[in-house]
């Protein structure tokens, strides 16, 4: 963020290390709304996912109409809508959220932007709670809702800094 202190980016990427410990444990899920992602003005949209299965049906269809004729075509045609509304666009949003949960994990300037976007749903596995973007806190979310991971992570930050101060050995103890 513009402007923000040291200590406060220091914070703001302590509290998204716990996110990435919540889900990585299974303890929070991500969920994607395809309809916010599945759009061009979205990071993780891929005109080839929409397109290119939907072409290619339609040339398998073309190509079946012209050598085996109207019936099989059009047969081949009312089949190719059957397998793109049930099984490839289920595919498609399968392939957008996978690709938009990678992003939202890889690194914080991602998962501002995206979190920014709205789209975007945390659910505490063990509580039931949600936290919905845009306007959800979702420091306050995930840092509340794992308090045991936060804690944990800050015990080793707090090692690493004394660590790196010279202060205590690599051992633990005191030096």
């Known amino acids: 963020m513009p402007g923000e202190t040291r200590r406060a980016r220091m914070e703001r990427e302590f509290d998204y290390r716990v996110l990435q410990h919540g889900?990585?444990?299974?303890?929070?899920?991500?969920?994607?709304d395809f309809r916010v992602f599945n759009q061009g003005r979205s990071p993780t949209y891929s005109p080839w996912d929409n397109v290119a299965p939907l072409l290619l049906l339609v040339l398998i269809s073309l190509a079946l109409l012209v050598v085996q004729g109207i019936i099989v075509g059009v047969l081949a045609l009312i089949l190719s809508v059957v397998l793109y509304a049930f099984f490839i666009?289920?595919?498609?949003?399968?392939?957008?959220?996978?690709?938009?949960?990678?992003?939202?994990?890889?690194?914080?300037?991602?998962?501002?932007?995206?979190?920014?976007?709205?789209?975007?749903?945390?659910?505490?596995?063990?509580?039931?709670?949600?936290?919905?973007?845009?306007s959800g806190n979702w420091r306050a979310f995930v840092v509340n809702g794992l308090s045991d991971i936060a804690a944990a992570l800050k015990g080793d930050t707090d090692m690493a800094e004394l660590r790196e101060q010279g202060n205590m050995g690599k051992g633990g103890s005191r030096g």
């Open 23 to 32: 889900v990585s444990s299974g303890r929070l899920k991500i969920y994607t």
């Open 89 to 134: 666009r289920l595919w498609v949003m399968h392939r957008l959220h996978e690709r938009t949960r990678t992003a939202l994990l890889l690194n914080l300037a991602n998962w501002d932007l995206l979190w920014n976007m709205g789209g975007v749903v945390l659910a505490n596995e063990r509580t039931g709670q949600m936290c919905h973007s845009p």
